[in-house]
């Protein structure tokens, strides 16, 4: 048999010198593919599609290839776990069967036993499998099988569970399980919310991703109790207290790496619906431009954080991705020399180098008195999590005012509202229009997936409509989600934020003081080169970022 050495070799992949350990033993041979591996001369996909030319067997890209979803479910989810394979669809009366190492015969046999079916072994490569099995082998199953032994445990009566008075001491109670599992998969999932919802009959699970809830998960009612005690005991919320909203936060590890959650509760008509926000700290390190602002709103934007005084205001609703453009501009201005304060409710990220101070109402910390201290702490940078008030609003404007650079968030749908928005909280016009500096208004949309995407030529007159197209204008290339295994057939993978950059102008200070309308800011912003949300959501199309539909979703 032609050793996998020789095979690289034939391929140009590793150098003639290999030649000498390409002869002899095949476990001399493994290792030293495994040395060269470890040091960057191959890829793991090149040596996987070696192995597979060297057993005459066909290797697969899982990460292109349309996984049968029927196939999978065929074999029991241990297997596919203990052994990391994975069936990928049937070949006549045969299970395709994708594995890394197809010499292995008992996962094989197994296999085989299992499904009642001949086997035919196909070679992937082991990180391309790892991430299919993870991806496709859901912990449904076995969330569904908890629900049943929770439900048989504590009886068919369908009254509550006794919620828990302490922490469980065994790891492998079934509501304890059912909780790691919701939060587990919802990670994996790159959700960012996980909502348990109390309704009359069952308890509803749902999942935010990439912006859109997706169901995931109905229980029965009579395990509704335990599980919100649960993760009261994990948040740190007084699970006695059920008559009005608590706000906890807690952390778990997955995958090696540490994941901080929000939790929040509410009281509803059917109990307490709890939502808990998923923070992955990662998302802090993104670096300018991966926020993707184009080239005129990247130029003005940090034309304006890196002034030394001034107020920057990014607006946009819940979810809109706020907070990561705040953190990212911090990333920015932050350095050794310069002295950099947030006050933030909650602190959704901790950030080393950074004095970060948590808001506390009951203790008289609001934003306001914390502001106040904050001014006397000699800062250069204040970040303010929210102008909620005209308190804090007052106190913001003057500390721009007075030598800070202070960056904070506001709700408003587009930029030029920020403006009329501040002068409605008694904010003194003039003061507006001098500290102002920029605003910032973005949406988050999905982003298309790179691996299945399809361009298409749009009827002219649908474009007309939309308003994305004048007359005269040439004829565009967009593209349109269809849908693959890499993005569980739904055409999106990830998001991008549409911006709108206002720099606030000598002439808008002056409608400013003069108490204009949104509108006429916005009209005089346009004429001075701003973009809107839906134009800059339009470029995005064109550069084949996102679709017309996504735009038409989140920009009016």
């Known amino acids: 048999m032609t050793s996998l050495s020789e095979i690289l070799i034939i391929r140009g992949l590793m150098p003639i ?7 002899g033993d095949p476990q001399a041979d493994e290792e030293h593919v495994r040395e060269l591996l470890e040091d960057g001369v191959v890829t793991e996909s090149q040596v996987a599609s070696a192995r597979a030319a060297q057993l005459g067997l066909p290797f697969v890209d899982l990460t292109e290839y349309p996984v049968d979803r029927s196939a999978v479910a065929l074999v029991p989810m241990q297997l596919l776990k203990r052994y990391e394979v994975l069936p990928i669809g049937r070949d006549g009366d045969r299970l395709m069967l994708a594995m890394s190492d197809p010499r292995d015969v008992l996962a094989i046999d197994d296999v085989r036993a299992a499904v009642r079916m001949q086997v035919r072994p196909v070679v992937a490569e082991r990180n391309d499998l790892l991430a299919a099995i993870a991806r496709l082998v859901r912990s449904d199953g076995e969330l569904s099988e908890l629900t049943t032994a929770i439900v048989e445990e504590n009886g068919q009566t369908g009254s509550d569970l006794v919620p828990f008075a302490s922490e469980p001491s065994e790891d492998d109670a079934p509501i304890v399980r059912f909780v790691n599992l919701l939060i587990s998969q919802a990670i994996s999932d790159q959700a ?5 919802e109390p309704a009359e009959r069952d308890m509803h699970v749902r999942y935010r991703i990439d912006g859109v809830l997706h169901e995931m998960q109905r229980a029965p009612k009579n395990i509704q ?10 948040s740190d919320i007084d699970i006695a207290e059920r008559r009005k909203p608590q706000d906890g936060r807690m952390s778990v590890i997955h995958g090696g790496k540490q994941i901080d959650l929000r939790v929040a509760t509410l009281p509803t008509v059917f109990g307490e619906k709890v939502v808990m926000r998923i923070l992955d700290n990662s998302m802090t390190g993104l670096g300018m ?3 993707r602002l184009l080239d005129r709103n990247a130029a003005v934007f940090k034309a304006s954080y890196s002034k030394p005084y001034g107020m920057i205001l990014v607006t946009g609703p819940t979810g809109s991705g706020k907070s990561t453009t705040l953190y990212t501009t911090l990333h920015e201005v932050a ?3 310069i002295n950099v304060i947030t006050v933030e409710d909650p602190v959704e990220y901790r950030i080393p180098g950074i004095n970060q101070v948590q808001v506390n109402p009951k203790a ?3 934003f306001a008195s914390a502001l106040r201290s904050i001014l006397r702490s000699d800062p250069d940078v204040v970040l303010i999590g929210e102008i909620r008030d005209h308190e804090t609003a007052q106190i913001a404007i003057e500390a721009s005012l007075t030598g800070h650079l202070v960056l904070s968030t506001l709700h408003t749908n587009d930029a030029p509202s920020a403006v009329t928005r501040l002068i409605e909280m008694e904010i003194e016009p ?3 229009g001098s500290a102002l500096d920029c605003i910032v208004a973005q949406r988050l949309a999905r982003r298309l997936c790179d691996k299945c995407k399809a361009p298409y030529q749009p009827e002219f007159d649908d474009l007309q409509a939309m308003r994305f197209a004048q007359p005269g204008d040439p004829q565009p290339t967009l593209f349109k989600p269809t849908g693959c295994t890499s993005c569980s057939n739904t055409g999106y993978r990830g998001r991008i ?12 200070e002056r409608l400013a003081v003069a108490r204009a309308s949104s509108a006429e800011i916005g009209r005089l912003a346009i004429e001075q080169g701003m973009s809107t949300l839906r134009q800059d959501g339009w470029a995005k199309a064109l550069m084949g970022l996102t679709s017309v539909e996504e735009i038409l979703r989140v920009v009016a």
């Open 289 to 291: 431009d991966q926020l």
């Open 364 to 366: 008289g910390l609001t």
């Open 497 to 508: 934020a549409l911006h709108e950059v206002m720099p606030v102008t000598e002439d808008i």
């Open 335 to 337: 350095r050794p020399e």
């Open 430 to 432: 003039f003061l507006v």
């Open 17 to 23: 010198t290999s030649l000498d350990a390409a002869t």
């Open 192 to 196: 960012s919310d996980i909502h348990i």
């Open 225 to 234: 109790n335990g599980v919100i005690s649960r993760l009261k005991i994990m």
